[in-house]
Antibody, heavy 120, light 111 residues
Framework: EVQLVESGGGLVQPGRSLRLSCGVS????????MSWFRQAPGKGLEWVGFIRSNLHGGTTDYAASMQGRFTISRDDSKGIAYLQVNSLKTEDTAVYYCNRRLKASAFDYWGQGTLVTVSS | QSALTQPASVSGSPGQSITISCTGTSSDVGGYNYVSWYQQHPGKGPKLMIY???NRPSGVSNRFSGSKSGNTASLTISGLQAEDEADYYC???????????FGGGTKLTVL
């Protein structure tokens, strides 16, 4: 059974940094690109970015609005994907989801999400 | 404001069919056959229902089908069931600076 479990969310003050983790099981992690999304309370889905498999260079792409403060990385030996967010703003408050990128625009397995609340 | 335009809400009775539209541009929906649809129940993560405009992942009911005409993609749900009540989001690959764009979501109510 494929499982993705996000962790690392919580209450954070504006300006601080946070690193979210996404542990996976049930598939060969190194063979797939992994992606992050977020969903602000009561709002729609917003793509953050993704990281290709190391077979495809392990490079990253981000939504234009996420460039600069967001960094996605991966550790294939541990089967974990990471999302680093710097200089957090109140508008970053959201549930953050990781998922497996099957192909362009197709994200076939999702975690349950982790809530990040940015507030003083 | 979302890049793709969806109706805010649709409704239907059990057994009926409904269609949700998703309108973009020639840079996204109209330019690529990389349109997907996601179902999200309250408090849950999204579930992929359709990808590549018409393909269903394994395990997704054949009551769900997708199509596209020009810059508009559509999700049709036939034989509506109570458990279909959820939010539905469309997405598309795009040639813009953001590779993936989404619609604002459509709330489906099963009457």
């Amino acid at each position: 059974e494929v499982q993705l479990v996000e962790s690392g969310g919580g209450l954070v003050q504006p300006g601080r940094s946070l690193r979210l983790s996404c542990g996976v099981s049930g598939f060969s992690f190194g063979d797939y690109a992994m992606s992050w999304f977020r969903q602000a309370p009561g709002k729609g889905l917003e793509w953050v970015g993704f990281i290709r498999s190391n077979l495809h260079g392990g490079t990253t792409d981000y939504a234009a609005s996420m460039q600069g403060r967001f960094t996605i990385s991966r550790d294939d030996s541990k089967g974990i994907a990471y999302l680093q967010v710097n200089s957090l703003k109140t508008e970053d408050t959201a549930v953050y989801y990781c998922n497996r990128r099957l192909k362009a625009s197709a994200f076939d397995y999702w975690g349950q999400g982790t809530l990040v609340t940015v507030s003083s | 404001q979302s890049a793709l335009t969806q109706p805010a809400s649709v409704s239907g009775s059990p057994g009926q069919s409904i269609t949700i539209s998703c309108t973009g541009t020639s840079s996204d929906v109209g330019g690529y056959n990389y349109v997907s649809w996601y179902q999200q129940h309250p408090g849950k993560g999204p579930k992929l229902m359709i990808y590549d405009v018409t393909n269903r992942p394994s395990g997704v009911s054949n009551r769900f089908s997708g199509s596209k005409s020009g810059n508009t993609a559509s999700l049709t749900i036939s034989g509506l069931q109570a458990e279909d009540e959820a939010d539905y989001y469309c997405s598309s690959y795009t040639s813009g600076s953001t590779l993936e764009v989404f619609g604002g979501g459509t709330k489906l109510t099963v009457l």
